[in-house]
DNA sequence: TTCTAATGTTGACACTGACAACATCCATTA
DNA sequence: TAATGGATGTTGTCAGTGTCAACATTAGAA
């Protein structure tokens, strides 16, 4: 091999430098691109210029790699989540609370296969970071709960309560979305955006008289 | 090799005679004993006593058996509400409700990696039949939504968004149960069936006031 | 009975995750 | 300054996987 000249800018150094990001970030990539089952440890490897056996100096195993990959999905999520709030400042909290359900929904959509991961079964004890991430993104949903108890527009329920069954409304809508499970003759012509507000809607104010 | 008496119980015929079901069924059961990354064509071919390759005569690939496998939990999933139904027939459309989405979420506990297999991206078009048992399942959550209508129970919304709705909570709920994504803090000492209970309590009456 | 399509087998190939042994380099310390 | 050990990256290898192609066996229709 010819020895490289240091003055070339991408100059191939034995040491990477911030080779487990750099594989966080391509996965990511490759998630997008290709969906996950064309996720292969050796694929990343080489799209990352290192040899087939580099990652496992940063990662256990693959399925570490894949946690790790899921943890960037939230903080992905977590900024949708962040910028819907950023946008909707001047609205009434049920407003926020819509808008905020519509990026959770649009965050889905937009990354399938990011969801499937995120929502996989990582054991917490064996990915805590993961587990923290999530936990953080609950509590962006729990904040603009928290303001439509402050105007005190809640009914009788522990907040935390409310928040979960927020979170588990939104979640559960995206995954059916996803998975195309909504007949025609139900959807209609309706968009993700309108489904996402009639259906929060309708929890909000109850189900029965 | 030596040639196989007749007389034997487990006489190996050259062909199966039902190899396509028995695929589904050991599919079932490795899915069910040790999850989907341990699944392979060829330790099912194996355990149905079969070379690796004979499941190609009656799937494409892969994953139309696993687009089989997860049809089958849907069948699976119809059996359990289907048993929760019958099992709650002197009760009222309201705890009838109850006891089917407890047995909707205790399926989902039971058998996740099932689950995930069901609500994976399989496009409609390709496994008809597939989309056709998913709408069988959530024909099974209309029919109670329609006591609740008979009943004049139910607010002013479209029957089947709120069948919709209630479909979503769920398997939203079981999402994320299952990915141990409710913080202690939370989950507090609650069981699935005590959270289910609260939940869906708390959509039917309406978040806010 | 004959013949053809359905069903199952054998063999091969590229790709994958993982392990072990080795190479290179950086930072600390003497 | 020099060396030395731990961190990082590479090469070689292995069993296992999904899939394709060619072939073998069989059942059922003609």
Same mark, same amino acid.
């Given at each position: ?12 150094? /034995?040491? &990477?430098?911030?080779?487990? =990001?750099? %594989?966080?970030?391509?996965?990511? @990539? ?6 996950? *089952? ?17 990652? /496992?100096? &940063?990662?256990?195993?693959? =399925?570490? %790699?894949?946690?790790?990959?899921? @943890? ?6 977590? *900024? ?130």
């Amino acid at each position: 091999m010819l020895s490289v000249s240091t003055l070339e800018k991408d100059k191939q150094k /034995y040491h &990477h430098g911030d080779l487990r =990001n750099t %594989l966080i970030q391509i996965g990511t @990539e490759m998630l997008i691109e290709s969906g996950a *089952d064309e996720l292969s440890l050796r694929k990343i490897a080489q799209r990352a210029g290192v040899s087939h056996n580099a990652p /496992y100096q &940063h990662f256990a195993d693959k =399925n570490a %790699l894949l946690a790790a990959i899921a @943890e960037e999905g939230f903080r992905l999520l977590g *900024d949708a989540i962040d910028e819907a709030l950023q946008n909707s400042q001047t609205l009434s909290p049920h407003a926020r609370l819509l808008a905020v359900s519509r990026a959770y929904v649009a965050f889905a959509l937009q990354y399938p296969t990011h969801l499937q991961l995120m929502f996989g079964a990582f054991a917490s004890e064996t990915y805590p970071s993961l587990a923290n991430r999530s936990h953080q993104t609950l509590a962006k949903l729990m904040s603009v709960v928290a303001e439509l108890e402050q105007a005190g527009q809640l009914a009788e329920n522990p907040i935390y309560d409310v928040g979960m069954v927020v979170w588990i409304a939104l979640h559960g809508l995206s995954v059916i979305l996803n998975a195309g499970k909504i007949p025609d003759y139900i959807r209609q012509d309706r968009t993700p955006e309108i489904l996402v507000n009639q259906f929060i809607d309708m929890i909000c104010k109850g189900l029965l008289k």
